[in-house]
């Protein structure tokens, strides 16, 4: 997987470097978890990725509004978009459609993209600057009152600047902004946010299960959030929509060398993702209904028990690990047997709380 896609580092989008992450329980306790990213500087490396496309022999078409597919004979051959007040169409034997969550292309191509509201979280982030925090890692905060089913995270940019956000459970009634402005309020002055300025504001929604089972059709393929394409504990989806996009170039390669964009051919996309991803990303789907279940105690107590391997294997949808984690950690505290019972399965006995 070309983690860096396929960019020079030189480039200006790496952003900054981190040494892993803080997980902060609803008390307080932290419990630190070692490794090396970056936080990227996402609008310089989409233009650098475009750039890089254009040298490649890519058109870039920007401030096209796609309103429709065109079918013919029941297959997708094309595009319909808005330009300025311009309409214009496009035909292709292949579309690939990363239009994002709720693609408008994959509904219209005739896909079955329902997304039932249980999986979908809010995102809210704002860009601030005159932070006075440890920029050498990521800054996550639990909780029920923090985030119910999310979190509230701090991803450091250098310079004094950080994306302070938040992600959590759609359907409640105070949005995202709500909960992070009353984070901010109550526990920014710890973490170094007291003389911090706004100076972006960002906010979406975020498929966080619900994966497409059939992301392909006759002429089309759906990748990234467009195919829900995103962990559905920590609501990461760059990651795994540049994943998916490698895939779906080099199905799409061997497509155009056979001249054959039917489905039975495309599906073979379908196949490699949900074999590469798919059924880990299912694991952390139910990590994530154990997750909810979880209350402010819970997370006192496993940040105090959990170690670095431990989250990292639940990050990575890994049944096993998760299998034995849980059953470990209920020695101590039984109750978590049932919050944690798709891992534990008919070990578990009663039920409760
Ligand atoms: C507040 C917030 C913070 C997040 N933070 C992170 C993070 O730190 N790390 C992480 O990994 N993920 C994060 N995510 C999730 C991440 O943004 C997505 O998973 C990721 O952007 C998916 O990439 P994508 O290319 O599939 O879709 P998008 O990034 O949504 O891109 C879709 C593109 O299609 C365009 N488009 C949509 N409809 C049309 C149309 N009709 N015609 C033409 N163009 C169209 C859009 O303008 C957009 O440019 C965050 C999400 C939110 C809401």
């Given amino acids: 997987m070309l983690l860096n896609a396929g960019l020079p580092d030189s480039d200006g989008w790496k952003g900054w470097p981190v040494k892993g992450a803080y997980l902060y329980a609803p008390n307080g306790r932290s419990v630190r978890i070692p490794g090396n990213g970056y936080v990227v500087e996402r609008p310089i490396m989409e233009r650098e990725m475009a ?132 984070w901010i309020e109550k526990h920014g002055k710890d973490y170094g946010l007291s003389n911090a300025s706004v100076l972006e504001v960002r906010g979406g929604g975020i498929p966080v299960g619900g994966f497409l089972k059939k992301m ?7 990748v990234g959030d467009a ?3 995103v962990h559905p504990l920590h609501g990461g989806g760059m990651f795994l929509a540049m994943e998916a996009a490698e895939i779906a170039a080099d199905v799409a390669l061997k497509a155009f060398e056979r001249g054959d964009f039917a489905d039975s051919t495309l599906s073979e996309y379908n196949d490699r993702w949900w074999k590469l991803r798919g059924r880990s990303l299912e694991t952390a789907l139910k990590l994530r209904y154990a997750f909810e279940r979880l209350d402010d105690e819970d997370f006192n107590y496993l940040v105090d ?28 505290r039984p109750r978590l047997a049932w919050k944690f019972r798709e891992f534990i399965g008919d070990v578990v006995m009663g039920s409760g709380g």
């Avoid at 392909?216 to 759906?222: E, Y």
């Avoid at 028990?305 to 989250?311: A, K, R, T």
């Avoid at 990050?315 to 101590?332: P, T």
Wanted: proline content about 2%.
């Fill in 51 to 182: 750039k890089a496309a254009t040298r490649k022999g890519a058109r870039v078409l920007a401030a096209h509004d796609v309103c429709d597919v065109i079918k013919e004979g029941g297959r997708v051959a094309g595009v319909r978009a808005r330009f300025l007040g311009e309409e214009r169409e496009f035909r292709a034997p292949l579309v690939i459609a990363a239009d994002g969550f709720e693609s408008l292309l994959a509904r219209k191509a005739g896909l079955n993209t329902f997304q039932p509201a249980y999986h979908v979280d809010s995102g809210f982030e704002y860009l601030m600057s005159g932070l006075d925090i440890d920029a050498d890692a990521i800054h996550l905060f639990f909780g029920r009152d923090v985030a119910p089913r999310g979190y509230v995270w701090i991803f450091p940019k250098g310079d004094n600047t950080a994306n302070v956000g938040i992600g959590i459970d759609a359907r409640l009634d105070a949005t995202a902004k709500q909960y992070l402005d009353r």
């Fill in 216 to 222: 392909t059709a006759d002429g089309l393929i759906v």
């Fill in 227 to 229: 195919a829900h394409q």
């Fill in 305 to 332: 028990v959990l170690g670095s391997e431990d989250v990292l294997a639940m990050a990575e949808g890994d049944a096993g690990a998760v299998r034995s984690i849980a059953l470990r950690v209920l020695k101590d």
